[in-house]
């Protein structure tokens, strides 16, 4: 499955952004879908995951309250809302795919496939 992150861009702080990843290639029905961010000399990290059913959000403390994580499998698309956004948002927002994983996790290890990443940037 190839994955297209995009909706990124430059914001200010307090801002929203819905950052989308369109899947070719096959269905996502059967994927927990994934956002992950990286900033330069970061490991990347997790950012928020939904379960194949569109079911079980799971969030990073830092952006739980302030992003919604969901899909729309007939549109073989995620998207990620972020609201209130911060300087600590600033990172390329990475979308990634797992194949039916019994329960959303949070680690990248269990993501098979990636995006190229949206750079966001959160001015002060």
């Known amino acids: 499955v190839q994955l297209q992150a995009s909706g990124g861009g430059l914001v200010q702080a307090g801002g929203s952004l819905r950052l989308s990843c369109a899947a070719s290639?096959?269905?996502?029905?059967?994927?927990?879908m994934g956002w992950f961010r990286q900033t330069p000399g970061k490991e990347r990290e997790f950012v928020a995951a939904i379960n194949w059913r569109g079911g079980s959000p799971l969030y990073a403390d830092s952006v739980k309250g302030r992003a919604t994580i969901s899909r729309d499998n007939a549109k073989n698309t995620v998207y990620l809302q972020m609201n209130s956004l911060k300087p600590g948002d600033t990172a390329v927002y990475y979308c990634?795919?797992?194949?039916?994983?019994?329960?959303?996790?949070?680690?990248?290890?269990?993501?098979?496939?990636w995006g190229q990443g949206t750079q966001v940037t959160v001015s002060s």
């Open positions: 290639g096959r269905t996502i029905s059967s994927y927990t």
């Open positions: 990634a795919a797992a194949w039916m994983l019994p329960t959303v996790v949070p680690a990248t290890g269990e993501y098979n496939y």
